[in-house]
Protein backbone atom coordinates (compact mmCIF):
# COMPACT_ATOMS: atom_id res chain seq x y z
CA UNK A 1 0.00 0.00 0.00
CA UNK A 2 2.86 2.60 0.44
CA UNK A 3 4.56 2.05 -2.78
CA UNK A 4 1.22 3.13 -4.44
CA UNK A 5 0.71 6.47 -2.07
CA UNK A 6 0.44 10.31 -3.86
CA UNK A 7 0.04 8.66 -7.39
CA UNK A 8 2.91 6.64 -8.11
CA UNK A 9 2.98 2.51 -8.58
CA UNK A 10 5.25 0.16 -7.03
CA UNK A 11 8.65 1.74 -5.38
CA UNK A 12 11.62 0.78 -7.25
CA UNK A 13 10.01 -0.03 -10.94
CA UNK A 14 11.53 0.71 -14.31
CA UNK A 15 10.80 4.30 -15.50
CA UNK A 16 8.94 4.53 -18.43
CA UNK A 17 9.20 7.64 -20.63
CA UNK A 18 6.52 7.24 -22.83
CA UNK A 19 4.20 7.06 -19.27
CA UNK A 20 5.85 9.36 -17.89
CA UNK A 21 5.58 11.99 -21.07
CA UNK A 22 1.98 11.40 -21.07
CA UNK A 23 1.02 12.35 -17.48
CA UNK A 24 -0.98 15.65 -17.59
CA UNK A 25 1.09 17.27 -14.59
CA UNK A 26 4.58 16.39 -16.42
CA UNK A 27 3.00 17.78 -19.81
CA UNK A 28 2.18 21.03 -17.85
CA UNK A 29 5.77 21.44 -16.56
CA UNK A 30 7.19 21.23 -19.87
CA UNK A 31 4.69 23.68 -21.65
CA UNK A 32 5.36 25.82 -18.44
CA UNK A 33 9.19 25.29 -18.96
CA UNK A 34 8.53 26.26 -22.57
CA UNK A 35 6.76 29.86 -21.56
CA UNK A 36 9.01 30.82 -19.16
CA UNK A 37 12.00 30.46 -21.97
CA UNK A 38 9.53 32.65 -23.93
CA UNK A 39 9.31 35.46 -21.61
CA UNK A 40 12.54 35.70 -20.49
CA UNK A 41 14.24 35.46 -24.01
CA UNK A 42 11.72 38.31 -25.21
CA UNK A 43 13.27 41.11 -22.73
CA UNK A 44 16.31 39.97 -22.45
CA UNK A 45 16.87 40.16 -26.52
CA UNK A 46 14.57 42.69 -27.52
CA UNK A 47 13.15 44.42 -24.08
CA UNK A 48 16.15 46.66 -24.11
CA UNK A 49 15.84 49.75 -26.39
CA UNK A 50 18.79 52.39 -27.44
CA UNK A 51 18.15 55.27 -29.21
CA UNK A 52 20.32 57.21 -31.30
CA UNK A 53 19.83 60.35 -29.13
CA UNK A 54 20.78 58.62 -26.18
CA UNK A 55 24.27 56.52 -25.18
CA UNK A 56 22.27 54.65 -22.34
CA UNK A 57 19.68 51.66 -22.85
CA UNK A 58 15.74 51.72 -21.00
CA UNK A 59 13.47 49.32 -20.62
CA UNK A 60 10.71 49.00 -23.08
CA UNK A 61 8.14 49.15 -20.40
CA UNK A 62 7.79 52.46 -19.33
CA UNK A 63 11.68 52.77 -19.06
CA UNK A 64 11.02 51.73 -16.26
CA UNK A 65 14.05 49.14 -15.35
CA UNK A 66 11.95 47.21 -12.67
CA UNK A 67 9.64 45.57 -15.19
CA UNK A 68 12.40 44.12 -17.77
CA UNK A 69 14.24 42.99 -13.71
CA UNK A 70 10.81 41.37 -12.59
CA UNK A 71 10.23 39.22 -16.13
CA UNK A 72 13.73 37.94 -16.37
CA UNK A 73 14.08 36.73 -13.02
CA UNK A 74 10.52 35.58 -12.65
CA UNK A 75 11.06 33.89 -15.58
CA UNK A 76 14.58 32.44 -15.34
CA UNK A 77 13.26 31.32 -11.80
CA UNK A 78 10.51 29.54 -13.27
CA UNK A 79 12.61 27.92 -15.95
CA UNK A 80 14.51 25.93 -13.30
CA UNK A 81 11.81 25.13 -11.11
CA UNK A 82 10.04 23.46 -13.86
CA UNK A 83 13.49 21.65 -14.80
CA UNK A 84 13.96 20.78 -11.08
CA UNK A 85 10.27 19.22 -10.80
CA UNK A 86 10.50 17.66 -13.82
CA UNK A 87 13.38 15.69 -12.19
CA UNK A 88 11.49 15.01 -9.32
CA UNK A 89 8.92 13.60 -11.38
CA UNK A 90 11.73 10.98 -12.86
CA UNK A 91 12.59 10.10 -8.97
CA UNK A 92 9.06 9.99 -7.49
CA UNK A 93 8.01 6.35 -8.18
CA UNK A 94 11.63 5.41 -6.45
CA UNK A 95 10.87 6.66 -3.46
CA UNK A 96 9.27 4.05 -1.28
CA UNK A 97 8.68 6.18 1.71
CA UNK A 98 5.02 7.61 1.99
CA UNK A 99 6.26 10.60 4.56
CA UNK A 100 9.07 11.39 1.73
CA UNK A 101 6.57 11.45 -1.07
CA UNK A 102 4.00 13.42 1.16
CA UNK A 103 6.52 16.09 1.55
CA UNK A 104 7.50 16.31 -2.11
CA UNK A 105 3.71 16.74 -3.53
CA UNK A 106 2.96 19.30 -0.63
CA UNK A 107 6.35 21.61 -1.75
CA UNK A 108 4.59 20.86 -5.53
CA UNK A 109 1.40 22.35 -4.58
CA UNK A 110 3.01 25.27 -2.49
CA UNK A 111 5.53 25.74 -5.23
CA UNK A 112 2.74 25.94 -7.97
CA UNK A 113 0.65 28.39 -6.47
CA UNK A 114 3.36 30.35 -5.69
CA UNK A 115 4.59 30.73 -9.41
CA UNK A 116 1.16 31.11 -9.76
CA UNK A 117 0.86 34.59 -8.08
CA UNK A 118 4.09 35.55 -9.38
CA UNK A 119 3.26 35.29 -13.11
CA UNK A 120 -0.15 37.03 -12.17
CA UNK A 121 1.78 39.65 -10.84
CA UNK A 122 4.29 39.46 -13.73
CA UNK A 123 1.47 39.98 -15.85
CA UNK A 124 -0.18 43.13 -14.48
CA UNK A 125 3.27 44.12 -13.98
CA UNK A 126 4.14 44.46 -17.55
CA UNK A 127 0.96 44.94 -19.24
CA UNK A 128 0.80 48.64 -16.79
CA UNK A 129 4.01 49.22 -18.15
CA UNK A 130 3.20 48.51 -21.62
CA UNK A 131 0.22 50.66 -21.60
CA UNK A 132 2.19 54.00 -20.39
CA UNK A 133 5.15 53.32 -22.68
CA UNK A 134 6.20 56.46 -25.04
CA UNK A 135 4.84 55.84 -28.37
CA UNK A 136 8.03 56.55 -30.27
CA UNK A 137 9.20 53.20 -28.53
CA UNK A 138 6.38 51.21 -29.40
CA UNK A 139 7.85 50.35 -33.26
CA UNK A 140 11.31 48.77 -31.53
CA UNK A 141 10.76 45.46 -29.71
CA UNK A 142 6.78 45.80 -29.53
CA UNK A 143 6.27 42.32 -30.87
CA UNK A 144 8.86 40.68 -28.01
CA UNK A 145 7.08 43.32 -25.62
CA UNK A 146 3.70 41.95 -26.24
CA UNK A 147 5.02 38.33 -26.29
CA UNK A 148 6.76 38.57 -23.02
CA UNK A 149 2.98 40.01 -21.43
CA UNK A 150 0.75 37.27 -23.37
CA UNK A 151 3.19 34.34 -22.72
CA UNK A 152 3.21 35.55 -18.94
CA UNK A 153 -0.79 35.59 -18.77
CA UNK A 154 -0.33 32.00 -19.92
CA UNK A 155 1.99 30.85 -17.33
CA UNK A 156 -0.74 31.48 -14.49
CA UNK A 157 -2.64 28.95 -15.99
CA UNK A 158 0.10 26.06 -16.50
CA UNK A 159 1.52 26.63 -13.04
CA UNK A 160 -2.11 26.52 -11.11
CA UNK A 161 -2.81 23.49 -13.55
CA UNK A 162 -0.10 21.98 -11.99
CA UNK A 163 -1.12 23.27 -8.46
CA UNK A 164 -4.42 21.78 -9.03
CA UNK A 165 -2.72 18.23 -10.01
CA UNK A 166 -0.41 18.34 -7.40
CA UNK A 167 -3.07 18.51 -5.09
CA UNK A 168 -5.25 15.88 -6.79
CA UNK A 169 -2.32 13.36 -6.11
CA UNK A 170 -2.18 14.94 -2.86
CA UNK A 171 -6.08 14.12 -1.18
CA UNK A 172 -5.48 10.14 -3.28
CA UNK A 173 -2.39 9.49 -1.55
CA UNK A 174 -3.81 10.82 2.00
CA UNK A 175 -6.63 9.06 1.77
CA UNK A 176 -4.64 5.65 1.10
CA UNK A 177 -1.44 6.30 3.26
CA UNK A 178 -4.42 6.93 6.56
CA UNK A 179 -5.71 3.28 5.79
CA UNK A 180 -2.47 2.16 5.58
CA UNK A 181 -1.06 3.46 8.90
CA UNK A 182 -3.76 3.99 10.62
CA UNK A 183 -5.87 0.49 10.73
CA UNK A 184 -6.09 -1.48 13.80
CA UNK A 185 -6.84 -5.00 13.68
CA UNK A 186 -9.57 -5.38 16.51
CA UNK A 187 -8.45 -8.39 18.06
CA UNK A 188 -5.22 -6.86 18.73
CA UNK A 189 -7.17 -3.49 20.57
CA UNK A 190 -6.74 -3.70 24.34
CA UNK A 191 -9.79 -1.05 24.31
CA UNK A 192 -12.32 -3.33 23.04
CA UNK A 193 -14.74 -4.17 26.11
CA UNK A 194 -15.47 -7.97 24.74
CA UNK A 195 -13.77 -11.16 23.68
CA UNK A 196 -13.97 -11.33 20.07
CA UNK A 197 -15.04 -14.59 19.04
CA UNK A 198 -12.75 -17.32 18.51
CA UNK A 199 -14.63 -20.18 17.16
CA UNK A 200 -13.90 -24.04 17.98
CA UNK A 201 -13.65 -25.17 21.66
CA UNK A 202 -14.92 -22.21 22.87
CA UNK A 203 -18.32 -22.69 21.67
CA UNK A 204 -18.90 -25.46 23.21
CA UNK A 205 -17.66 -24.46 26.70
CA UNK A 206 -19.41 -21.56 26.80
CA UNK A 207 -22.55 -21.56 24.71
CA UNK A 208 -23.90 -25.63 25.20
CA UNK A 209 -27.44 -25.30 25.76
CA UNK A 210 -28.82 -27.55 28.80
CA UNK A 211 -31.40 -29.75 27.63
CA UNK A 212 -31.58 -31.63 31.27
CA UNK A 213 -32.85 -29.27 33.48
CA UNK A 214 -35.94 -28.51 30.63
CA UNK A 215 -36.92 -32.08 30.75
CA UNK A 216 -37.03 -32.53 34.39
CA UNK A 217 -38.88 -29.86 34.95
CA UNK A 218 -41.44 -30.26 32.76
CA UNK A 219 -41.78 -34.39 33.65
CA UNK A 220 -42.54 -33.74 37.14
CA UNK A 221 -46.15 -32.33 36.28
CA UNK A 222 -48.79 -35.23 36.03
CA UNK A 223 -49.42 -36.57 32.49
CA UNK A 224 -52.39 -37.10 30.70
CA UNK A 225 -56.07 -37.27 32.49
CA UNK A 226 -56.43 -37.78 36.41
CA UNK A 227 -59.51 -39.82 37.27
CA UNK A 228 -60.79 -38.97 40.67
CA UNK A 229 -62.24 -41.08 43.42
CA UNK A 230 -65.81 -40.49 44.76
Known amino acids: ?54 SKEFCIFNRNQNACNYGVTVGVLAFLSSLLYLALDV ?9 DRKKAVLSDVAVSAIWSFLWFVGFCFLANQWQFSEPNTLNEGADAARAAITFSFFSIFTWAG ?26 QDASVPYTPYAGGDNLESTGTYQQSSS ?5 SEPQGYQTQDY
Not at 91 to 99: D, R
Open 1 to 54: MEGGAYGAGKAGGAFDPQTFIRQPHTILRMISWLFSIVVFGCIVNEGYVNPEDE
Open 91 to 99: YFPQISSVK
Open 162 to 187: QAVLAFQRYKIGADSALFSQDYMDPS
Open 215 to 219: VDAFS
